[in-house]
């Protein structure tokens, strides 16, 4: 379980590869994807936390660099 405030994500790719964590408020037109984080997995996955934030949803997706 994630620590109070925080959510969990999982990322699953190739060991070596780096990854950008990506994320927007909602779909629709004009979606903007923010880069979070770039991570460079040491094995085939890694968890990350990232702070829950008073907003109603938010997406994510993973793009390899």
Do not use: C, K
Request: without cysteine.
């Amino acid at each position: 379980l994630a620590a109070p405030g925080m959510l969990r994500l999982t990322l699953y790719g190739l060991p070596g590869h780096q990854y950008h964590l990506q994320s927007a408020p909602s779909v629709g037109p004009g979606l903007t994807w923010e880069n979070e984080i770039l991570v460079t997995l040491p094995t085939t996955y890694q968890t990350l936390e990232r702070p829950l934030v008073d907003e109603p949803a938010r997406l994510f997706r993973v793009r390899e660099q």
